[in-house]
């Protein structure tokens, strides 16, 4: 039982991540219908930065953080939607997502060639300390982890919901139309919500590079279980993304614990495919009746 | 008179060899090895192995009089491409060829330089690759065939585990480890506990590490590549586990420490190639690494520096620089570091091109990797 | 004249490209072989994404499903001819398998659902050791064909030219006959399409097996070119690098395929120089075509070609169907 | 008089809101039927959900007699309904005439037969009928994006109109059309409608159109059918007057 706890722990630790990750890709494709394939390498490159920071500015890991999380709202929020995505919206999706593929391989190679092909060590905001909490060894890193990944969580709910501008973003993000006869700025929506995806991924990459160490490869992992989250919580629900990052988490662990090692990964994919089959709107994502 | 033969003689040579005597001055030594994918930490290390080694014999007049000139293509650690790069380096006519490193792309190649006649000087060390009656195969380390046993043994006298749980990597090194070492287990009668397998290139190993603690082993035996090897080992501090960690060569090596801090203090192990052996050349070879790459060296920037030295040692032997010859010399060969300084340790390589020189048991310690014994070589 | 400026091309490319072996070495006779079986798998991502307007992600498991087929059935001593159509014909099944849930549903989620395919066929190839030789891979001899040896590079080369030549007429068959002209319908505009009586579910799970069986084709040959297969090369990313190179050759143009087959597999080899930078570069390129010239290279020359001043228009933005290049 | 649609008790409900509520009504061989109401009365959903584009709620749809509730538009297409579409619906990159043969090509032959077997059967000339009759003749070989909006609109209804269906739903065929080309479109339905026999049912808001084209018209208002009757009948009808105006 203790061994299951555990496991459920780490599970929503990783979980909490995904959902990071997850958020930003639904918020995308709400409001510009963009299906971001280079979700996982936005969470790869901040880690770059940041270390990019360190080494050659000799900027300490507070400050270098706070680059990081500046630098990925410039490149992977303003300049991403102006330079990729906005001249591509007319042309459909499917340009599009061509597109973000080959964002994801621009920046896996960028990094590559730019930094290192190898895995680079990352500094932890909490240290590594291991304290005993009810006879399960727990750390402290696992526990900041979690809890500043739910506080940003929390943070972005309380805009989203608590705030006119956040609530003008969720109009944005249901229907577009409606929302810019109502006199919503869509336009300034659908950038903030650029900004906002990357400054989650930013925050996800810190908070990830630590466990994973940076390494340009890091994003097929992390793009795969924030797309199998996103699709399974409910494309067009930001909740429903948190709800499948955190399950996609858990399940991952367990599988990996319980169903086979060797065919861990194909166990959110499983999921990923019933879903499709049975509940196509995702757990928790409101049904859209469409024309055909 | 004599001096007309002379020239007779010379303006002859001159006519047959005028073109070939430009292309004669250099020897193309093609390089085919892992730069990126999952092996590039492995790759570099060769490559820049090999570059160090090919400057300081150019440097000494080459071999029989030839420089020496490398040519490193990138298999992207994946076989299929290791396998036209390959057949591109034998349109050459090469004399020898360097590489690939990792066993599967070794396996999807050895036939095709089989085929050629042309030794292929490799980094591979699945058990099987010296048991496919090859006569051009030669390693640089030993096979899983060769260090499991050790491993196996350091497991029952010094560790004195007696039951293991044994978490490996699944891929062809991971895989080839894994099943090598499982059956020296077993004929020691040491109980495997867990036999876990984890993704190549997976980055979370909480669950792995879960399900080892609930193992309750005596010992850990840790078979992953280096990146995988150091998020382990930091999954496991993390964790809380104080089992003790057991590996062969990669586990102990340099990048895993660096990429692992801490965590990486007491892990211990059979070490096949190591720069902190307590051999004067070897320590030697590091400090020269080590001031023109800027970084230590692992086992594979070893195999890379000795593999010029061998074809060097071997093409003297045979007295011409050509693959067939150089592949009969170095059957049986033993190459010493009295004559041949670059291959740091003494070896011989039998006919199946299987390598034996000692060995080392070693232990991290303070972030650094620490001899504790010295295995002495199979066939003294 | 209008029809016979194409034949006569037609013609020329045809004996450059019988002839083209004469002058290469073992390497670059593989790799215009290796080209061409990845025109095969590419012209299959055409009729799925450019003709049928889908979205797939799964090429290279099926490329992978056709080399595993023909690699087992070879060893078990069947011949290559059987081997090659199971191989066709087991992806089309399967295709049609994953297509037929998915395509139930709304557009995109064939994409997510060839997305979880590509990576549980890829764990199945790795895992599976007993079958496919996991990681390890396993080795495949080359065919034998009647008096003909398929070990020598040329005749090997020759061999799948033939199949190359077979396969691309089929697809110009299709896509010219009725069955091509629903497909564009659909692309073009589903809804319509299915109020003119067009079964837009069965055409589109019909074009995406198809293209799913070329997928198939393409490993049946795939496999004896390298002679040694491993789970490597039938992974996630090269499914995402076919749909790639179709775009970037000419999504919904006939030539289209063959011409991203070559950028991803001939140039990097004349731009060895280039190495790592290589993807970086395709990448850029990728991203500015899409904004600048979604039709891809096919489409770019031919807007290149209609800027010359020309008595007719008639041609010019020729539709899909109408093309045979 | 035989009833070629029959429609029973129609309802469709999205969440809380009824779009269609209990409608029934039949359309008569040969008759032109006009359905008009306000905007959001329920006319497009109403089509909608008889064509198979959207599931009822509740209610039947029968064509000659035959239940053809919850059948796909493709199927139903295949029995004989065919629609135009409000927006321009036509395939931009093919021809006029490879637009009309698409028109026409589901409804010959099986599925196989149309890979391996004869191209045309006929259809090429059928579709050079239908060119001629609303007068494209010249524009066969141009591509249907080139062509203006008000042909874009007479090729959307030559389409509609090329496999001989028995019964046609034209969605505003006049909407955003110039006067000469209403004129033309509107001579070529009563055309079609006399030489065939053709039925159709029409949804349009230019009343003079919809007035002067139909037989007999159905005023819908909030999902229900508020009026029924001839044209004159309809428009001094003051429940009708005061849907509209009400609004």
Redesign the interface.
Known sequence: MGEFIQLVVTGLTTGAIYALAAIGFTLLWQTSQTINFAQGEFVMLPAFFALAAMNVLGLPFSLAALVAIALSVLVLGVVFKTVVVDPLIRQGVLPLVISTIAVALLLKDGVKEVYSAEAQPFPSFVPDTVVTVLGTPVSLSQLGVLAVALAVIAALQGFLGGTRTGRQMQATAQNPTVARILGVPVERMVMYTFVINATLAAVASLLISPIYLAKFSNGEHLGLAAFVAAIVGGFNQVRGAIAGGLLVGVVDNLAAAYVSAAYRQAVPLALLVLIILFRPQGLLGRREERAV | MKSTRLVTALAAAGLVAAAPAVAQQTVKFPNIIELSGAGATVGTNWRNGVELAVSEINAAGGILGRKIVTEHVDTQSNPGTARAAIQRALDDNPVVIFGPIYSGSVKATMQLTADAGVPQIIGGEAADLTAQGSKFIFRTSFGQNVSMPKLANYLRDEVKAKSVAVIYVNNDFGKGGRDAIMKELQARNIKVAADLSTESGQADFAADVIKIKAANADAVFVYLNEEESARFLREVKKQGVSLPLVGETTLLGQKVIDLAGDAANGVRGHVGLTVDAPVPAMQEFGRKFQAKYNYKPDHNGVKGYIAPYMVKAAAEKAGKLDPKAIASALHGLTITPDKTPGILIEATWDTTGEIDRISFLAEVQNGKQVITKTLPKLKP | MKARLPLLALALVAVALVVAPLGL???GT??LT?WLVTSIAAMGVNLI?GYA?Q?TLAQAAFLGIGAYTTALLTGAGVPFGLAFLASGALAFCVGILIGF??LR??K??L???T??FT??VW?VI??E?WLTG????M?VRRPGLGEINLRNHQNFYWFVLAITAALSFALWW?VR???G??F??LR???????????????YTLLAFAIGCAYGGFAGALFAPL?????P??FA??PS?LF??MV?VGGAGSFAGPFVGAAVAVLLPEWLRFA???Y??I???L??VM???C?SGIVGLVRRLVALRPKPST?DA?A???KEAA | MASVLEVRNLSKRFGGITAVDDVSFDVHEGEILGLIGPNGSGKSTLFNCILGQLAPSAGEVRVDGHGVTGLRPSELNRRGVSRTFQLLQVFPKLTVRENLILAGQEHQGRMLARLFGKRDAGLTAQADRMIAFFRLSHLAEETAGSLSYGQQKLLDAAMAFMAGPRLVLLDEPAGGVNLTMLASLKERLHAINAEENATFVVIEHNMEFVMSLCSRILVLAEGRIIAEGAPEAVRRDPRVIEAYLGH
């Open positions: 070495q073992r390497y593989y790799i290796l994404v307007g979205e849930p998915a549903v709304r995109h989620y994409a997510f659902v997305l979880a990576v549980l764990l790795r895992n050791q996991g990681v390890m891979g080795n299709i006959s009725p069955w002209r629903a564009t319908a073009e505009n589903a809804l319509r399409a299915e109020s003119l009586g067009v079964d837009v579910r069965l390298v002679g040694f297969i491993d490597a090369p996630l990313a995402l749909l790639l775009v190495q790592g930078h993807l970086i395709y990448a850029l990728v991203i899409m904004a600048f979604p008639a933005p539709a899909p169907a």
